[in-house]
């Protein structure tokens, strides 16, 4: 099942062109038009995936309407052109539907961070590779922000929006940390890439995501894995104050979906973290 998950974008990418081209050889050969409505679901599923991967769109929903809807119209058009067709529009029905509530789904830790609780101890790593542990973000109140790496284009998208919202963060003396399982070479581009004082470190073999249990089984696609493990970090938020207290935390549990910028600003105002 590990490795399943680890190769479920690739594979089903492969799949889709190899399904898009069937089913386009098959229209030309029985002159049969309505045989392209079998590729609405697989068109559907490969410009998602395309649009992911180029980053050019990155659609942050708990339920894929529009991929849905597409695939839902291929399988009843492809009723015309006969039963191989509905059988190719429904596979890649239920290709978009795995994507979306198997693949996509995250661990539910059974060991959640709790809010008025300290933030819990677990290892990390800095960019220069010294170990140290989250004692180092308790002395000023942190949005600690565990992401699965650079690849990860809802990741990115969310590191984004919270650098673009540093200062507002500043003013609140409130410092940013960024957490993930990648390799130390690739948090040293990331954080090149936002060139603004956010602190990085590495979760070097899971051990921090060991002990708040919020490693991700399978969770990096295989493309991506070229010297670490299959698995990765279920996106996490936590917020704390100047003492490590946990303020606010959350457990994604679908890697689609992330908590806005604007959500981490309100619950340190409440907490009477404003402006200085």
Known sequence: MRFLKAVY?????????????????????????????AALPWVAYALY?????????VVRRRHPWVQLSVALVGVAAAIVAGPFAVLVAVL??????????????????????RVDEPLPLFPLTTMDGDVVDSSVLTHQPHVIM????????FCMAQVSQIAAQYRELDKRGVAVAIISPQKPEDTVELAKRFDIPMTYYIDEDGGAA????????GGTPVMFSAGTDLDTVVPTVIITDHTGM??????????????????????????GIRSR
Do not use: K
């Open 49 to 57: 995936l395309a649009l992911l991967m180029t980053r050019l769109v």
């Open 210 to 217: 060991a002990v708040l249990d919020i490693v991700q089984s």
């Open 246 to 271: 946990v303020l606010w935390a959350e457990h994604t549990d679908n890697h689609r979906v992330r908590p806005e910028p604007t959500t981490f600003l309100d619950v340190l105002d409440q907490h």
């Open 9 to 37: 974008g690739e594979a089903t990418a492969t799949l889709a062109l190899l399904m898009i081209a069937l089913v386009i050889v098959r229209t030309i050969a029985e002159s049969q038009p309505w045989w392209l409505a």
């Open 146 to 153: 565990f992401i699965r790496g650079n690849w990860c284009p």
């Open 92 to 113: 890649g029905l239920a290709v978009i539907l795995g994507y979306n509530y198997w693949y996509s789904v995250q661990h539910v830790t059974a060991r959640p961070v």
